[in-house]
């Protein structure tokens, strides 16, 4: 009898481990989308899902998928119209001939951009604008900047309660306040953004040695641009807005980005059907598909589990436990991604009611800890395929080599910070 009830457990495990497993490796070059899509829809095919059940799940993610069409939008109306090349050119001037230089502007500029408009918009919004720049300084090798855009999303993604989605997942209607939250992250923020920049830093000291232009032609920003830049700029107050408000984050940003097309498309009197084109909608499936696969998994007991097993533990020994949750967050995040281990651990904290060094430590976890994989967060795969539309590359192993240097000690730092400062 045991076996006959463990045995769709085990098969739902499976299929969900083995759509993740494509996700990441994406065998016969593939798109992510797909094999998150297949795994969903083979749950439900062979009985171990509820179609009805699935939907739920679906409908689970309108916030997300709201969210990254509002930012996709805005990304692709700022390219279009040449916002990010404008930046682009006055950045390589800024730095004056010094490829170092421009390793921390960009830096910088891409840590403001995650705090304020979150790890996704990061990968969406300012990856382009990195390449531009890059392609106007003339670099020999554009990836020490582009990796930039991938680890500081992630690694700046819990100084506020909007740099990260997951962080309102994690804490749910037990957020802290701003200040309370401050006191609790700004320190192990400050040192995993420290960290992060230090050892991609002494990592792309080689590629750093390349020279690049010192003055390049900088095309005055046409009425489209500033629309499009102040609609980035409005987004991030709204989303801020937003957060105080306790207001999910998703509308507000749909509505944003989708005002800021429609406003840039009336000026210019056309061009929709060339943006929708080149939006990457594949992301939507995939997001849809991985929330069915963690629908799946509540299903076969996981979160009871996951709850139970936190609970005890916490009660027994939490500087243990807030240390151990961290980092078994951090590291499954990179096996099965932090979207669905957030939405797992997320509910496992709210469950357990334990306490907020604790759900803090597994937030730290879900934020800092897919610097480790090129498929972590959804924010590295947007960044992914950012990077592929320019014509750049990086494989899982490429990444992985790098990302196993950055993100043990900037999680290691946080975590420390969180539990003895």
């Known amino acids: 009898m045991g076996a006959l009830t463990l045995s769709p457990n085990l098969a739902t495990w499976g299929i969900a481990a083995l759509a993740t497993l494509g996700v990441i490796v994406r065998p016969f070059s593939w798109p992510e989308a797909i094999w998150a899509v297949l795994g969903a829809a083979l749950l439900v095919v062979l009985g171990l899902l509820p179609w009805q059940t699935a939907l739920d799940g679906i409908a689970k993610g309108t916030d997300v998928y709201l969210f990254l069409v509002g930012m996709m939008l805005l990304a692709e109306i700022a390219r279009k119209e040449g916002l990010f090349d404008w930046l682009a050119s006055h950045a390589v001037r800024a730095a004056k001939g010094s490829a170092t230089r421009l390793f921390l502007l960009v830096y910088i500029v891409g840590t403001v951009v995650t705090v304020f408009l979150s790890n996704d918009a990061c990968a969406v919004v300012l990856t382009p604008a990195v390449y531009a720049a890059t392609k106007a300084a003339k670099a020999e ?56 920049y230090v050892v991609l830093r002494l990592t792309q000291n080689a590629a750093l040695k390349q020279s690049i232009e010192t003055e390049v032609e900088t095309k005055p920003l046409e009425t489209g641009g500033k629309v499009a830049g102040l609609g980035i700029i409005l987004t991030g107050a709204a989303l801020i807005g937003a957060s105080a408000a306790g207001i999910e984050l998703g509308l507000p940003t749909f509505i944003a980005g989708l005002a800021t097309a429609i406003v840039v498309l009336a000026i210019k009197r056309g061009g929709f059907v060339e943006v929708a084109k080149d ?20 299903k076969t007991g996981v979160l009871k589990m996951l709850a139970d097993t936190l609970k005890s533990y916490a009660a027994a020994d939490p500087m243990a436990t807030a240390w151990a949750g961290g980092a078994a967050v951090a590291f499954g995040s990179n096996l099965v991604n932090n979207l669905p281990a957030g939405l797992l651990a997320g509910a496992a904290v709210q469950t357990a009611d334990v306490s907020q060094k604790i759900a803090g430590a597994i937030l730290i976890g879900v934020d800092v800890g897919p610097n480790l994989s090129v498929t972590g967060s959804l924010a590295t795969i947007l960044w ?32 420390a910070a969180l539990l003895y400062l």
Do not use: H
């Open 141 to 196: 090798n554009p990836l020490p900047y582009l990796f930039i855009c991938a680890f500081i999303a992630n690694a700046a993604s819990f100084v506020l309660p909007i740099s990260n989605p997951a962080n309102l997942v994690v804490f749910a209607e037990n957020m802290p306040p701003l200040g309370t939250w401050l006191r609790l992250f700004a320190m192990p923020s400050l040192l995993a953004i420290v960290t992060t």
């Open 279 to 298: 939006v990457s909608w594949s992301v939507l499936p995939l997001v849809a598909g991985l929330f069915v696969l963690v629908e799946a998994l509540e």
């Open 384 to 415: 992914l395929t950012a990077i592929r539309r320019e014509g750049q590359d990086v494989s899982a192993g490429k990444f992985l080599k790098l990302g196993i240097l950055v993100m043990p000690p900037a999680l290691i730092l946080a975590l």
